[in-house]
């Protein structure tokens, strides 16, 4: 990159703490030059100050997560009108997933050139349209996750229901029996008594019959 083209003004979303020194150190290492302005939290602005390498700070407020929603319109409109070269975002993973938020962000700022950095200092260039493809990716994917984990529960309480039918089921066939061999063990004692009875009975008739 020719030193005229090179990025003379460039925004960092401070969106990963633990890349941001590194990354800092590496844009001043590579455009020496160059005008640092960060966009953070108003929680993050003292220690900001005290970094020498960060020329400007623009406040985004009290907002957690930072996004084009969560921001106020003073907040992008001033983002916008510092004409940037170069917008930031910083990942704390190598992918970079899960950072869409940040990189419509650094998107809107309306840089010519924006960049993604990891931890391990490593950094992807984007377009508008590498940007929205990312977006897309991330939702499709947390939307296939939540069809993931709704789709378990369903199979597990089918499952779950399955067994306690069968267990039911057995339950029954299991008292059905019971009183089945009950019923079949009262007939099997009352016969022979039954038995019995008639053969004394003819047997007397018998005796008197002889006398």
């Known amino acids: 990159m020719e030193e005229s083209t090179k990025p003379k003004n460039i925004l960092?979303?401070?969106?990963a703490t633990n890349t941001f020194n590194a990354t800092v150190k590496s844009l001043k290492s590579e455009f020496q030059n160059s005008k640092i302005t960060v966009l953070a939290p108003e929680s993050a602005r003292k220690m900001l100050e005290?970094?020498?390498?960060?020329?400007?700070?623009?406040s985004a407020g009290d907002t957690k997560r930072m996004s084009i929603l969560s921001l106020k319109s003073k907040v992008i409109k001033e983002m916008r009108?510092?004409?940037?070269?170069?917008?930031?975002?910083l990942y704390n993973i190598d992918h970079g997933m899960g950072?869409?938020?940040?990189?419509?962000?650094?998107?809107?700022?309306?840089?010519?050139?924006?960049?993604?950095?990891?931890?391990r200092g490593?950094?992807?260039?984007f377009n508008g349209w590498g940007i929205i493809k990312k977006y897309f990716l991330e939702k499709t994917s947390f939307t296939?996750?939540?069809?993931?984990?709704?789709?378990?529960?369903?199979l597990f309480a089918f499952?779950?229901?399955g067994i306690l039918f069968e267990w039911a089921i057995r339950q029954v066939f299991a008292l059905t029996s019971l009183k089945n061999i009950r019923s079949l063990r009262k007939q099997k004692?009352?016969?022979?008594?039954?038995?019995e009875t008639k053969n004394i009975h003819n047997f007397t008739h018998k005796a008197h019959q002889k006398i």
Do not use: M
Not at 100 to 113: M, Q, V
Not at 122 to 125: A, K, L, M, N
Not at 189 to 195: I, K, L, M, N, R
């Open 50 to 58: 005290r970094d020498s390498n960060v020329s400007s700070i623009i």
């Open 159 to 161: 499952i779950t229901l």
């Open 12 to 15: 960092l979303i401070r969106s």
């Open 122 to 125: 490593r950094f992807v260039e």
């Open 81 to 89: 009108s510092g004409k940037f070269d170069l917008a930031v975002s």
């Open 189 to 195: 004692v009352a016969f022979p008594q039954h038995t």
């Open 99 to 119: 950072y869409s938020n940040i990189d419509c962000l650094a998107w809107a700022s309306g840089s010519k050139i924006i960049r993604g950095y990891n931890a």
């Open 144 to 154: 296939w996750f939540i069809v993931n984990v709704f789709t378990t529960i369903i």
